[in-house]
């Protein structure tokens, strides 16, 4: 089984900053929030510059998420462009208003952690050809790539940084003295700071070399291993997980929860930002495979799952409680349990959760529909709690156990079938 690892998105100014801790050179720059600032940023660097907004998305150029600005007030101009749309779907709340460098040369160097069974370990890639993805130049040009598995007892080394630098080609000739030291040197630097943050990833692409042989990181993408995340409370990340966009304050508040309590899981994200229109339920998992068939069954019948939302690991009944409520307090037509868990859950904690919740949620919607399948250790405990603690509430609810593990298609039906009884009565 491959393990899962977590990873928490930093956006390209909170890179660049670490990048600067461990002594690498960047562009000049100031992260802004509002077209002003940006005119005043722009006149402080006293040169053109480059507007790039702070999302977590490749491909931002051709979107128009990076913008060149030569006085301040195109500055001015291209961040209220920004700000006014999303961009690829995503909002734009900051933007990094940087110098624009006179480039030379563009390299690339990155640091992953290879989960191959062969190496487990980090791996370190040059590449003499920067400012286009990994894969093309792989697919292009092979021979301009080059990797080290690192040792991690022993790290990279000035040694190592050479050999990188002497197994790939140089498509317009091989760098200067200068510019070869001030590489090795680079690459050294990032991955001190790779291993100093606990990354998963660092990528700067590119690694610029300037008209007067400066080595600077024009961009990167850095993510850090969200289990420590609690090591570098200076990074300032609200919710240490791998999103494409900033946590809602429902998410922020549920890992408000998980952050303190290590009891279990209490896992919960929003799948849309803004719920509008009908069809969304409130969805939790215990455990991961039958609750994505689950949800499967749903979507196929026309439903939008609201949240994903995961119990497991045997959390106590308070913890559990928290997260119904999260999933509740948002605009939805349904609620579903796909709880079968047969291994070291005490399914009498979701139970009691599942009583304390609704017991405080009926009153305030009649005929709401309930679907629970919850399954596993003290299963039959649990499913009398349920029986007796939702006895004369004003809901649409059903309970079905170990026998219904592998029918989705029957839960959703039964969800389909409530949800349309609750509509009409509506």
């Known amino acids: 089984m491959t393990e899962e690892i977590g990873m928490a998105r930093l956006y390209e100014y909170q890179g660049k900053e670490i ?11 100031v992260v802004v929030t509002d077209p002003d600032q940006a005119a005043q940023a722009a006149n402080d ?20 998420g990076i913008k060149f600005a030569h006085t301040p007030e195109e500055a001015k101009n291209a961040t209220a462009e920004m700000f006014s749309r999303p961009l690829k779907g995503l909002v734009v709340s900051k933007i990094l208003v940087e110098e624009r460098l006179s480039v030379e040369k563009e390299f690339f160097v990155g640091v992953i952690v290879s989960d191959s069974h062969k190496i487990k370990g980090p791996v370190i ?3 003499s050809e920067g400012g286009t993805s990994v894969e093309e130049v792989s697919r292009r040009n092979p021979e301009r790539l080059a990797s080290v598995n690192v040792n991690y007892l022993e790290g990279v080394t000035s040694d190592v940084a050479a050999r990188l630098l002497d197994n ?3 498509h317009d000739g091989d760098p200067s003295d200068k510019v070869r030291t001030g590489l090795i040197n680079a690459i050294v630097r990032i991955y001190e700071a790779f291993k100093a943050y ?13 008209k007067d042989e400066r080595i600077v990181a024009a961009d990167c993408h850095v993510t850090l291993d969200d289990n420590a995340v609690f090591r570098h409370p200076e ?18 508040k549920a890992w408000a929860v998980e952050e303190g309590d290590y009891r279990g899981t209490g896992y919960f994200s929003q799948m849309a930002s803004k719920i509008e229109g009908p069809g969304w339920l409130g969805f939790q998992g215990i455990g991961g495979g039958g609750a994505m068939l689950g949800a499967t069954a749903l979507v196929a019948r026309g439903f939008k799952i609201a949240n994903y939302a995961d119990t497991s690991g045997d959390p106590p009944a308070s913890k559990i409680y928290i ?18 868990c047969l291994a070291n859950q005490e399914q009498w904690h979701h139970a009691h959760a599942l009583v304390k919740a609704f017991r ?52 959703a039906d039964r969800v389909q079938a409530l949800v349309a009884a609750y509509k009409a009565d509506k």
């Open 168 to 170: 790939v080609t140089f």
């Open 360 to 411: 405080e949620e009926a009153m305030k919607r009649p005929g709401f529909p309930v679907v629970i399948l919850l399954a596993g250790n003290k299963e039959k405990e649990a499913h009398e709690i349920i029986r007796t603690g939702f006895e004369g509430l004003p809901l649409r609810w059903e309970l079905y156990g170990r026998d219904y593990i592998y029918d989705t298609d029957f839960i």
């Open 125 to 127: 890639i040059f590449g």
């Open 235 to 252: 990074i300032r990340i609200k919710v240490p997980r791998d999103m494409e966009r900033e946590p809602t304050e429902l998410e922020e």
């Open 45 to 64: 660097i006293a040169k053109p510059v480059v507007i790039k907004a702070q999302v977590w998305t490749t491909g931002r150029f051709n979107a128009g």
């Open 198 to 210: 606990d990354a998963r990833a660092i990528e700067v692409n590119p690694l610029i070399v300037t």
């Open 323 to 340: 997260v119904i409520k999260h999933i509740l307090s948002q605009e939805i037509e349904g609620y579903v349990l796909m709880g079968a």
């Open 19 to 29: 990048l600067v801790k461990s002594g690498l050179q960047v562009p000049k720059g």
